[in-house]
């Protein structure tokens, strides 16, 4: 199992541009989570998901939006990025209410 | 909202001594308290959890003690190893059937283990 993935690693983004995050997970778990780091903080849950086509705002959902067709997948979209979205994302899995499990993340960074 | 704090946001000690990190969150329905580890530049991973219906649960080296009237809980590592040396996270929720856990984080604390 590969467990939760992310991709890309890294990216740069210009302010006012969109870009999807990818995050999938291959262990049939139906929760799904993303959460944003900033530097010396701790995680802030965006958005979560308890299971294909449904999707509910976290703490921190302004100016993201997800989806989530599939058991699999949970895409994170940023539509107009603003230099306040620069951070590390992290997406997260859970078999129902048990141990969440992250991805290794993407550092997003807007200029 | 829940609110999470944690102390201290830095701890340093020296290798074999044990190390001791704080956490106090404000409501009081939270019943779920799990610790993460986040080794430089790599993912949040589990490392002990506890519910509210428990005041103590150990892990070999590690333990977790909850005291629900005061709304703290503390992570306790003992014969700290340089392995430790880490970012450790705490973090509440509120079990509500049916719904995701939505986890409210502390800041962190950087834990050095000097050799």
């Known amino acids: 199992n590969a467990g939760v993935t992310q991709t890309p690693k890294f990216r740069i983004l210009k302010i006012g541009q969109s870009m999807t995050l990818q995050c999938a997970q291959d262990?049939?778990?139906?929760?799904m989570y993303w959460y944003r780091q900033d530097p010396g903080m701790g995680l802030k849950l965006i958005y979560y998901?308890?299971?294909?086509?449904?999707?509910d705002k976290g703490e921190v959902p302004n100016g993201y939006n997800v989806s989530r067709s599939t058991t699999e997948d949970f895409p994170l979209r940023l539509e107009l990025a603003a230099p306040s979205q620069t951070s590390v994302y992290f997406c997260a899995s859970s078999l129902q209410q048990n141990e969440q499990f992250f991805g290794p993340g993407t550092r997003l960074t807007v200029l | 909202g829940e609110n999470v704090e944690q102390h201290p946001s830095t701890l340093s000690v020296q290798e074999g001594d044990s190390a001791v990190i704080k956490c106090t969150y404000s409501?009081?329905?939270?019943?779920?308290f799990p610790w993460y580890k986040q080794e430089l530049g790599k993912r949040p991973q589990l490392i002990i959890d506890i519910r509210s219906n428990v005041g103590e649960k150990k892990d070999q080296r590690i333990a977790v003690t909850l005291n629900k009237t005061a709304k703290h809980f503390s992570l306790h590592i003992t014969e700290t190893q340089p392995e430790d040396s880490a970012v450790y996270f705490c973090?509440?929720?509120?079990?509500?059937?049916?719904?995701?856990?939505?986890?409210?984080f502390g800041s962190g604390t950087q834990l050095t283990v000097l050799p």
């Open positions: 409501d009081s329905a939270s019943n779920y």
């Open positions: 998901s308890v299971g294909a086509g449904i999707t």
């Open positions: 973090a509440a929720s509120i079990w509500d059937p049916g719904s995701a856990r939505q986890l409210t």
């Open positions: 262990m049939n778990h139906n929760y």
